[in-house]
């Protein structure tokens, strides 16, 4: 089992570019999360989707930010344009049913430096 | 009513000593607690989880305390050992297929 991959591991941009952000989730896996840590907010949620659907974007902190999710197997974050109070490390989470546990397993995270 | 209290902010223990890190929560719908370890560059990787029909749950070195009437639970490392040092999260969801709710992170020294 591969976990969950995330690309790139490491982004550097200027602030007005676009960033895409990748996530491929745990094969049978419904759920998937996209989180962003900094040392100043901790582990925020930003938005998840269940079978694909975004279920909750409350936690999007501006239209800059938009995620997708085409099939079960691929998710994308967006930031455009891009701005250094984006730098942060942003974690993708898939969830699956495990011996009767909704089991949530983190990525590698993408650690996003926008200059 | 969401939020999930954690502390002790920092803790620093001696090798072989028991670490203690609590966690305290508001919603009574919540039923399920996973504890989540996390170092440095790596992603927060599931380390144990309890329901709350059990008031206590045992992996190797690793113990999940419940308890269910005063909101509290607690994760006790046992044997605890410098590899050990890591940031530890508490979270909480409801019917345990809702979005995790975590504390705000334990950062654990475990020194020689």
């Known amino acids: 089992d591969a976990g969950v991959i995330q690309s790139p591991r490491h982004e550097v941009t200027e602030m007005g570019q676009e960033v895409t952000l990748r996530c491929k989730p745990i094969s049978g896996h419904n759920s998937l999360f996209w989180y962003r840590q900094t040392m100043m907010r901790g582990l925020e949620l930003l938005i998840y989707f269940n079978n694909n659907v975004p279920i909750d974007d409350s936690g999007m902190p501006e239209d800059r930010f938009s995620a997708k999710m085409p099939n079960a197997s691929f998710s994308t974050l967006k930031i455009q344009p891009s701005e250094p109070r984006d730098s942060a490390v942003y974690f993708c989470?898939?969830?699956?049913?495990?011996?009767?546990?909704?089991?949530?397993?983190f990525g590698p995270g993408t650690r996003l430096t926008v200059t | 009513q969401q939020q999930v209290k954690q502390s002790p902010q920092s803790l620093i223990v001696q090798k072989g000593g028991i670490s203690i890190i609590n966690c305290a929560y508001e919603?009574?719908?919540?039923?399920?607690f996973p504890w989540y370890q996390q170092f440095p560059g790596k992603g927060p990787a599931l380390l144990i989880a309890?329901?709350?029909?059990?008031s206590e749950k045992k992996e190797g070195r690793f113990t999940i305390s419940f308890n269910k009437s005063a909101k509290q639970f607690s994760l006790h490392i046992m044997d605890s050992q410098p590899g050990d040092s890591a940031t530890y999260f508490c979270a909480a969801s409801r019917f345990g297929n809702e979005k995790l709710t975590f504390g705000t992170g334990t950062r654990l020294t475990i020194i020689p």
């Open positions: 919603n009574t719908a919540f039923d399920y």
């Open positions: 989470a898939s969830r699956g049913l495990a011996g009767g546990f909704y089991e949530q397993y």
């Open positions: 309890i329901r709350p029909d059990v």
